[in-house]
């Protein structure tokens, strides 16, 4: 019985051994390549994506004009909640090594949901003129800060602006339950202001974006949303890239790929975007 | 789904490969269809589940003012007598006949309901195919 066991764990070791030695040939296959060769094959990738960017949308086989699309991703969405049913525009970019990630914000004319909205300033002139303006979900100042701090009101807001002067107060008493939903107002991702009227306004209906990898992904509208109202997303979507292009802080611009629309439940089709 | 020839097949189930949905309901008697049944399949319900993934897309693509609602109940505890069940509706949310889809498979559903609508085949030269 022990001879049999071990005749066994000798047979394993082997093939353990066979399996390493297989992964050092393949290591050492990879490796042959010199510098120069891993180069030109990096050149010689990125012209075959500049290429595939270049050419026009209808040379591929799932391209179909966007009316035509949003009525088979319609048919495809049937019966699901509506909640569910959300049309999505993933743009492929071609960009080279060490070029930053392209970002910015949309503002969609037909934005996908109601964005809630809190407002922090201890200048009640300025509360009272933006709910005068706008639908704020939230506004007050140093007593609505104690109060989110104890938890008498819950954080269920999308978005957050603030007045310099509160921003202390905000930092020091909030940022552990507002910093970790993103909603801390601060400096740097520009929702602090003197006069917050514009950045509310700006930042209404507003979504922002970034390249992940080679890609963009964002929400353009529901199935629900009228023809006319999910192209106009998609301008606006379009020009939206165009204008992070333009401002991209790099000597090599990225370029715009090929663009699927696709739904949470249907293929993805290839859409005109250029 | 990331292959090409995968989505071609996906979207011409949607418009070309399912004969039976290739139709067009009138508009003008009927407005929409209402399905009622379980989320799970005990006690007869998963020809409704099967009838909504093959045959409800191509009715919707060919008829795309048809309002289609669906509502799932949830039955885990079987405790509840859910209806199995297709309501057609005309002018001002009229139900103008119902179909039972209890212990029925997803053809025999699409058979009975094309009995009960007002409709006609798709003409060969209006199909779509991608």
């Known amino acids: ?86 049309l999505n525009l993933t743009t492929l970019i071609v960009a080279e090594r060490g070029v930053p990630a392209l970002s910015g914000s949309v503002s969609f004319p037909r934005p996908i949901k109601e964005t809630k909205i809190a407002v922090f300033s201890d200048d009640e002139g300025q509360l009272k003129t933006v709910a005068e303006q706008f639908n704020c979900h939230l506004l007050g100042g140093s007593s609505l800060i104690e109060k989110i701090k104890n938890g008498d009101i819950p954080v269920d807001f999308d978005k ?18 507002l910093g970790p939903r993103g909603v801390l107002p601060t400096v740097k991702k520009g929702t602090v202001a003197p006069d917050i009227t514009p950045l509310v306004k700006q930042s209404l209906g507003s979504m922002p974006f970034r390249q992940q990898g080679n890609c963009i992904s964002i929400a353009v509208g529901k199935c629900s949303f009228a023809d006319g109202q999910i192209l106009e997303n998609i301008i606006a979507t379009q020009e939206a890239y165009k204008e992070a292009l333009v401002n991209q802080k790099s000597k090599k611009s990225s370029m715009l790929g090929k663009t699927t629309l696709s739904s949470t439940h249907g293929p993805g089709i290839v859409i005109d975007f250029a | 789904m990331s292959s090409v020839k995968k989505q071609l097949e996906f979207l011409n189930k949607i418009s ?56 799932r109940l949830k039955n885990d505890k ?12 005309g002018r001002e949310s009229k139900i103008l006949d119902t179909i039972n889809m209890q212990y029925k498979k997803d053809n025999e559903i699409m058979d009975d309901l094309l009995l009960k609508l007002d409709h006609e085949v798709v003409p060969q030269d209006q199909l779509v195919k991608v």
């Open chain 2, 78 to 89: 079987r405790d509840v007598e859910v209806p199995c069940k297709i309501e057609i509706l």
């Open chain 2, 16 to 71: 070309y490969n399912t004969k039976k949905a290739q139709i067009f309901v009138n508009s003008e008697k009927v407005t929409g269809l209402k399905l009622l049944f379980q989320w799970q399949n005990h006690d007869g319900h998963m020809g409704a589940r099967k009838f909504w993934h093959e045959y409800l897309p191509t009715l919707q693509y060919y008829n795309p003012a048809l309002k289609i609602d669906l509502l």
């Open chain 1, 160 to 177: 957050a602006f603030a007045t310099p002067e509160i921003v202390p107060a905000l930092t020091s008493q909030l940022a552990r339950v």
């Open chain 1, 1 to 86: 019985m022990s001879r049999v066991l071990l005749g066994g764990s000798i047979r394993r070791c082997f093939l353990h051994t066979g399996q390493v030695l297989k992964a050092e040939e393949s290591v050492a296959t990879v490796s042959k390549l010199s510098k120069d060769q891993l180069k030109k094959r990096e050149l010689r990738r990125m012209a075959q994506r500049k290429a595939a960017a270049k050419r026009p949308a209808s040379d591929h086989p799932l391209y179909m004009p966007i009316s035509k699309a949003l009525r088979f991703l319609r048919a495809a969405e049937v019966g699901q909640p509506s909640s569910q049913q959300t």
